[in-house]
């Protein structure tokens, strides 16, 4: 049973533009989110978390927001940069540190110049 | 965050082998987990790793077939045992420090 799904398993935005990457979860027990860009042939990079207490955490360009009550979190990227290609994970944990992260298939991110 | 280095980056090895895949961390760590990435899937937890008991391994996973080791609180090894062509994969440490951090991941080819 898949407790993070990422339901769109690709993604095309044009150079400029916003990136919305979506993600569901249904353990009510996880307590923080984390988005990870992966390159083929390396480990994941951490982009940006939010803690169950917030709906919203910014940085930079990323953006993620967070609805407890759909169980629904979204990574919005802006403006969408052809270096941002690479796919992304949702990640899930509970508590920080001592639990591991449960993640998600993943959204294949191809930005178009 | 902690930084995670870990070797080797690739390997290819002939099935019936074993490969040990390291992971030494800059900052001293209680957990550890050890995840494997498929082909085209997702990171899949296979074992947690407490240092001074043994780890605790998910469903699907045995200590036989993936036997780790966790003898510091800066230091973890996993073993990939008696290989078949389906371990091929990319394997990959972590730590939950002030975050999460991932190792560089060994990506492992068995032929």
């Known amino acids: 049973d898949q407790q993070v799904k990422q339901n769109s398993p690709s993604l095309s935005v044009q150079e400029g533009r916003i990136s919305i990457l979506n993600c569901d979860y249904t353990n009510s027990m996880f307590d923080y989110f984390l988005w990870y860009k992966k390159y083929p042939a390396e480990g994941p990079t951490f982009l940006i978390s939010i803690s169950s207490i917030k709906d919203k955490n910014e940085d930079g360009r990323f953006t993620v927001f967070l609805n407890k009550s759909a169980k629904h979190l979204s990574l919005h990227i802006v403006p969408s940069q052809p270096g941002d290609s690479a796919v992304y994970f949702c990640?899930?944990?509970?508590?920080?540190?001592?639990?591991?992260?449960?993640f998600g298939k993943g959204t294949r991110l191809s930005v178009i110049a | 965050s902690a930084v995670i280095s870990q070797k080797p980056s690739r390997d290819i090895c002939q099935r019936g082998t074993s490969l040990t895949i390291q992971c030494q961390v800059d900052?001293?760590?209680?957990?550890m987990f050890w995840y494997r990435q498929q082909p085209g899937q997702s990171l899949t937890l296979i074992a947690t790793?407490?240092?001074?008991?043994?780890?605790?391994?998910e469903s699907g996973f045995v200590i036989d077939k993936f036997p780790i080791s966790r003898p510091n609180l800066t230091f973890s090894t996993l073993t990939v045992s008696n290989m078949s062509p389906e371990d091929s994969s990319i394997y990959l440490c972590?730590?939950?420090?002030?975050?999460?951090?991932f190792g560089s991941g060994t990506r492992l080819t068995v032929v």
């Open positions: 900052s001293q760590v209680t957990m």
């Open positions: 990640a899930a944990s509970g508590r920080i540190g001592n639990t591991p992260l449960v």
């Open positions: 972590s730590v939950g420090l002030e975050g999460y951090t």
């Open positions: 790793a407490n240092q001074g008991s043994e780890a605790t391994y």
